[in-house]
């Protein structure tokens, strides 16, 4: 009803003016998109006025009633960029030149979730947000999540237990993964190792940086890499997949899928297997050690009716791994057969109900599950020397509820509640934890060009104190060109498992760790066994553990200064002052004369910096990008012990003491990143190639000095240029092949034991899709 | 600054020297830093760990060397070693009066002993104290189960004749070695553990002054 009527007027407009203005002319041509193809439903307007039409399915149109003279006609596609022609209006019909639109890259219909956990059109997040598209996963030729985040500006890849995430300087302690919006679990000394996520079966990766514990709770303290899977649109699609590469490395990836008008049905399945890799051949573990890997994952989904919606997805991963290692036990050495296992699995159950346009209904329960092993025999009789498990089990149910309160205004609310449960060797019992949770955003866009998003999350937790965590982030839009975002939010980490549970006593030295949790208990043993020397710190006395947390600053803008050029430059400065951080300290002296360790919060650590990056597309196929971040990171105390004359490090000539500027910060933190990636498409024989270079500064590996500090008399480990390059070369009927290297020039660097050298790899794939 | 400083301190002592008929000019040897290489603090034979500790090797710092077993009711001794663990002529652990005290700071720069602070060893603890981080030394340095000093940590002791001596550990590895190179990062050429090598001064003259 309603647009009859603004049809209506807008006629009526037309035609009054046709009536003042007696000379008119009629405009007619045809819109293309960049392959010549004609687009349809583009918006045909005159400048100035409300006189406009759309193209038909063959991109012709027609304008009727143009005012004779001279004219400015707009021509517009959503997701293509806008271009104006001025033209010299006669009488009768004036034929015009096809009008050629080229795509947009920020196409303006990219819609994210992660920042804001409702869908929101990426420009108006007003955090720092990257996203990284299904095709550069492609052009990067990754198998792992950690190839594909190693080439990000501002993400580095940390080699401590597996391959770890660093953000704005945090440790991979502080980065939470999701797969679909659900946690990844599992983490090994605090690392959840990338190279665990298959990479063949995602649509999209979204990464918002700086804290964002006000929606996802614990571990989003650095940020969130949000991996979105992807999603089958047409009725039958299968895929397949392989790739070989340098050390007997085999992945074989394939995918079928059926989407009917209710039903839709989804496999995907990965295979990966390595022999391994060396880069230390005097000693007699390798490196990377020889493994075989797969990942299923099924997704079933089911339409009810047209608002309310079930999907129920899967994923199991299981690894094998084979090594060896020299065990130095205080006067003897030998050699044992080291097995590994891991595997993890997770069923998500989703189910959505849209009341109407307003409101929607969102409840999802998640289980997953991490399991490792590792048995170590001897080699010489195959006898057991030595087995470890770990089992982590987490079950949450939540429920979310969206709103549009209006035009301008959105609210999210939501809640659930989880279980944790672990079982390992080192901790005593099978321990449980249960925790609650609310969260609350509220997204306001006052004007045009100015938004905001609010918010906030409330979590308790059976093992330690609660924690609030608010947001505010703001967005202004100067202009067309510019844009300028501020946020400030507190981020936290729960304390884990290590920090709750450990029961730990060295047999070589005789020292003992007990958990936070286990602590009392574990002093109150030792003095009924008459082990206890001295009490160092009343157990009676120790505070409950505190989570991490932090309070986190970000300043961001983007600048598109060349009007129809897609050349863009973005930057974010940030700072995150980071309280509370756990570490170990002595609370008894047992008669042996060594210590018994607990947990606390006392550290205080700020990471500080700038993240800039720079696109260029000066042709429709030619991209070039540059990456760099400046990162500044130090441990408040320790920094105030250097500036009081009271760290010092010991030389040839004996001990000195250390100044202000021999101090380097935290360790495993490189102050200078970047990259440059350049991408040609080559029309004629429809090639992509693809070379990037991604840089690491130097970073602290080794307290040699052992003086509680990063200084310049440490172990250093030097900074790498690693250059990848691709090609892919695309069929008709779907069929792709590629090629490509790895670090070009084999660096090898001891202390990153994540990069293997020159690596060659080729591989084919088929995509079929019935439409 | 520096020189300026030592021009004037040494014009006043001249000065006082020239003045001061009465007095005997004390001759003001001055005290030089001497260094104790590899003192052998019960260091394991090869093979599996007896655990059998402590046997204390007794050091006097008046002399420079180590003190015999037969010695150790006596006063002849100031500190004994023995593994990681360091004990000081006093309290539960000998029949003398030293007491000891860790300073952080320059060895140096150290030219006054502090006039208190000091303690023995007692049921609760030995003055100078034991475990990675509390002391003198971390271990497990990345891993290696290495033991290393911490630099800037300069015992102080008060010995049973009320004489003070400081001293600074240096190393815990036969034949003082670098502990950073990959030869002794490595079990199977690292020299055995458990010799310490320090360096001291020892005032004999019961003043505080270094």
Request: glycine residues 8%; aromatic residues 10%.
């Amino acid at each position: 009803m309603k647009k009859k009527l603004v049809s209506l007027l807008v006629c009526i407009f037309i035609v009054s003016q046709g009536f003042s203005q007696l000379s008119t002319g009629t405009i007619k041509g045809r819109i293309l998109d960049m392959n010549k193809n004609p687009l349809p439903g583009a918006v045909i307007k005159l400048e100035n006025s409300v006189t406009g039409t759309v193209s038909d399915a063959n991109g012709h149109y027609m304008l009727d009633k143009v005012p004779t003279g001279k004219q400015k006609v707009f021509f517009n596609f959503l997701g293509f960029q806008e271009v104006g022609k001025k033209i010299l209006v006669q009488q009768g019909i004036n034929e015009l030149s096809d009008v050629i639109l080229n795509e947009e890259i920020r196409s303006l219909d990219q819609v994210v979730i992660t920042a804001t956990r409702t869908e929101t059109n990426i420009e108006n997040v007003p955090v720092p947000l990257q996203i990284i598209s299904k095709e550069e996963i492609r052009n990067i030729g990754a198998t792992r999540l950690n190839e594909v985040l190693l080439e990000q500006t501002g993400l580095l890849i940390d080699s401590d237990h597996g391959t770890g995430l660093q953000i704005q300087g945090f440790a991979a302690d502080y980065a939470l993964i999701l797969i679909d919006g659900e946690p990844v679990i599992g983490r090994t000394a605090g690392t959840l190792d990338l190279s665990r996520i298959a990479v063949n079966n995602i649509e999209r990766i979204e990464i918002v940086k700086g804290p964002t514990s006000s929606l996802y709770g614990s571990e989003a303290m650095a940020g969130v890499v949000n991996i979105i899977t992807k999603r089958n649109l047409s009725p039958f699609s299968v895929g397949l997949q392989s790739r070989y590469r340098t050390n007997n490395t085999l992945d074989f990836n394939s995918s079928v899928a059926s989407l009917g008008d209710k039903l839709g049905v989804e496999m995907n399945l990965d295979y990966l297997r390595s022999d391994g890799y060396d880069l230390t051949p005097n000693t007699i573990s390798n490196t990377a050690p020889e493994f075989n890997a797969y990942t299923i994952q099924p997704k079933i989904s089911y339409k009810f009716n047209q608002r309310t919606n079930l999907a129920v997805s899967a994923r199991y991963y299981h690894e094998e791994q084979e090594n060896r290692q020299e065990i130095n036990d205080e006067q003897e050495s030998f050699i044992v057969n080291d097995q590994g296992l891991r595997k993890d699995y997770a069923i998500n159950t989703d189910l959505t109900h849209t009341f109407n346009a307003r409101h929607k209904l969102r409840l999802r329960n998640y289980f997953t599950k991490y399991e490792t092993e590792s048995e170590l025999n001897y080699q010489n009789d195959g006898t057991l020397y030595n087995f470890n498990f770990f089992d982590q089990s987490f079950n949450r149910t939540e429920l979310q509820y969206d709103a549009a309160i209006s035009a301008t205004q959105s609210a999210t609310l939501g809640a659930g509640f989880f279980v944790e449960e672990v079982e390992a060797t080192r901790y005593e019992n099978v321990n449980q934890f249960t925790a609650s949770y609310a969260f609350a955003q509220y997204q306001w866009a006052p004007l045009e060009k100015f938004n905001i998003v609010a918010g906030a999350r409330f979590d308790q937790h059976s093992e330690y104190s609660s924690q609030l965590s608010p947001k505010l982030a703001v967005q202004y839009r100067f202009n067309e060109k510019l844009k300028v975002q501020a946020s400030a939010g507190a981020g936290y980490k729960a304390p884990d498992f290590r920090q709750l549970l450990l029961n730990f006593t060295n047999p070589v030295v005789g020292y003992s760790v007990f958990g936070s949790s286990v602590v009392r208990e574990g002093i109150r043993r030792l003095e009924a066994e008459g082990r206890v020397d001295q009490i160092l710190i009343d157990p009676d006395n120790i505070n409950e553990i505190k989570a991490e947390s932090s309070w986190s600053f970000n300043l961001g803008w983007e600048w598109n200064p060349l009007a129809g050029k897609d050349f863009r430059v973005k930057a974010n400065l940030f700072r995150n002052n980071i309280n509370d951080l756990i570490e170990t300290a002595p609370v008894v002296r047992k008669t042996n004369g060594q210590n018994v360790f607990s947990y606390f919060n006392f550290d205080e650590v700020i990471t500080q910096g700038v993240e800039a990056e720079m696109h260029y597309r000066p042709l429709n196929n030619l991209s070039f990008s540059l990456g760099y971040q400046y990162l500044d990171t130090r441990d408040v105390e320790m920094l105030n012990e250097l500036k009081n004359g009271k760290i010092f490090a010991s030389g040839e000539n004996g001990t000195f003491r250390l100044d202000r500027s021999d101090y380097r910060g935290l360790f495993n933190r490189s102050r200078h990143s970047g990259n440059i990636k350049v991408n040609y498409h080559l029309k004629k024989l429809n090639m992509d190639f693809s070379v990037r270079g991604i840089y690491t500064g130097e970073f602290g590996v080794a307290d040699t000095n052992v003086n509680g500090v990063y200084d310049a008399y440490d172990l250093t480990a030097d900074d790498n240029l690693l250059w990848n390059g691709s090609i892919q070369k695309y069929f008709r009927k779907g069929l792709a092949l590629e090629a490509g290297v790895r670090n070009m020039l084999d660096r090898r660097n001891q202390h990153v034991p994540t990069m293997p050298g020159r690596i060659l790899f080729g591989g084919f794939s088929y995509q079929f899709s019935k439409q | 600054m520096k020189p300026l400083k030592q021009i004037l301190l040494i014009s006043l002592l001249l000065l006082t020297a020239a003045c001061d008929d009465d007095d005997e000019p004390e001759a003001v040897a001055p005290l030089e830093a001497q260094i104790a290489n590899d003192i052998p603090a019960n260091p394991q034979p090869p093979g599996p760990p007896t655990g059998a500790l402590p046997d204390y090797t007794l050091f006097s710092f008046e002399t420079g060397a180590i003190v015999a077993d037969s010695d150790s009711t006596t006063t002849n001794w100031d500190i004994g070693l023995s593994g990681l663990s360091i004990i000081v002529n006093g309290g539960v652990s000998g029949p003398g009066s030293t007491e000891a005290q860790i300073l952080t700071g320059l060895f140096d720069e150290l030219t006054t002993a502090p006039e208190n602070g000091y303690a023995s060893d007692t049921a609760e603890g030995t003055a100078i104290p034991t475990g990675s981080g509390n002391g003198w030394y971390n271990y497990n340095l990345n891993g290696n189960n290495v033991v290393t000093p911490i630099p800037g940590r300069v015992i102080v002791i008060r010995t049973n004749d009320g004489n003070y001596a400081k001293f600074e550990i240096l190393n815990y590895y036969k034949g003082n070695p670098d502990v950073t190179t990959a030869e002794f990062i490595d079990f199977n050429t690292r020299p055995p553990g458990r010799y310490y090598t320090f360096k001291y001064v020892y005032q004999p003259n019961g003043s505080r002054d270094f």
